[in-house]
């Protein structure tokens, strides 16, 4: 190439000659020899902020608030140590000590043991006034069966009106839907104890007059397996570990089936109908009397609350209400009513 030509980028070079590239270095003619050519350092593109749009003002990020703000009463949080972040509950379980920060605090063992003693003795103390309730329900209603069933006037009078009956019943069916569906009916004292006295009344003289139409021994024969059973269904409620409380489902199908029997029986006349009613309701309310008795006792999957003792008492009283007149229909339908 001639000195002054152009070069293959198409442009003449001062010097007339090109740089020439040699073992990657770039050589340049400098009119006397060939000099090596330092590289020209690039020089950073300048960047220029992007303009936003005539009219338009330009965004304002907000400032970050911080993620978790320091509780009003808490200080930082501190960092619990290893054996700390070992007693941790799992995720999703909460514990009473963790509430406040990252740490756990042991409880001391003798106030655990102090509280479980006094849980222990609130239940214990709710299972005596459920009883003693339910003791005083069964005597004021086998003193209103003794009157209609030995006083001749009383026993009389009840075979021949119908009235007292259908009064007794529907107080018996209000105050016990009273009971079972208002909350403050059955917790606030004395009106819940008013209620149930009132409702207790109603039942014992409905009692007593059904029994009125039944000779003495009969009825005295159901009273006494009526005890049995219920201080056998007692103590098996108390000592086995079958955990019938979990068998709500299953009893509310069984009570729903037996209205469907009574609803049969209605309407078909049958006494062989009649001793399968009996006796399926005497099963069905002694399950009952099973799972009402270990909902009080406690320990089990449910139980009663302490402050439903009214209901409670209300519960057990109807079990074995209806468990002694389902077994004196039995013993009557059997032949051992002789009125």
């Not at 001062?14 to 590239?21: A, F, I, K, L, T």
């Not at 330092?38 to 003002?57: D, E, N, S």
């Not at 501190?78 to 799992?90: G, T």
């Not at 019943?169 to 917790?187: H, P, S, T």
Request: glycine share 8%.
């Amino acid at each position: 190439m001639q000195p002054g030509q152009a070069g293959p980028s198409g442009q003449a070079h001062p010097n007339g000659y090109p740089p020439q590239v040699v073992d990657g270095k770039q050589y340049g003619f400098d009119g006397v020899g060939w000099q090596q050519q330092q590289p020209f350092a690039q020089q950073p593109q300048q960047q220029f902020a992007q303009q936003p749009p005539y009219g338009y003002a330009q965004y304002q990020q907000p400032p970050q608030a911080a993620p978790y703000p320091p509780q009003g009463g808490y200080g930082p949080q501190l960092q619990s140590p290893p054996e700390a972040a070992a007693a941790m509950p799992p995720s999703g379980r909460t514990s009473s000590a963790n509430l406040g920060g990252s740490y756990v605090v042991n409880v001391d063992p003798d106030t655990a043991t102090s509280m479980q003693f006094a849980e222990v003795a609130v239940r214990n103390g709710f299972v005596r006034k459920v009883f003693g309730i339910v003791a005083i329900q069964l005597l004021i209603t086998v003193g209103f069966a003794c009157v209609c069933l030995f006083v001749p006037e009383v026993k009389l009078y009840v075979r021949t009106n119908r009235w007292p009956f259908w009064t007794a019943w529907g107080l018996a069916i209000g105050l016990m839907l009273v009971l079972a569906c208002v909350e403050k009916a059955r917790r606030v004292y004395p009106m819940n104890m008013l209620l149930l006295a009132a409702f207790t009344v109603a039942q014992a003289f409905l009692v007593g007059m059904i029994t009125a139409f039944y000779n003495i021994e009969a009825v005295l024969l159901a009273f006494l397996v009526t005890a049995v059973a219920v201080v056998c269904i007692t103590i098996f409620a108390i000592n086995t570990k079958i955990d019938v409380t979990r068998w709500g489902t299953l009893l509310l199908v069984a009570f729903v089936a037996f209205i469907v029997l009574l609803l049969v029986g209605m309407f078909w006349v049958n006494r062989i109908l009649y001793l399968v009613i009996a006796g399926f309701a005497c099963l069905l309310f002694s399950a009952y009397l099973l799972y009402d008795i270990q909902l009080v006792m406690g320990g089990r999957y449910y139980s009663i609350s302490p402050d439903e003792y009214v209901f409670a008492a209300l519960n057990i009283y109807l079990d074995i209400v209806n468990l002694f007149l389902w077994i004196l229909t039995i013993i009557g339908l059997a032949g051992g009513n002789n009125n």
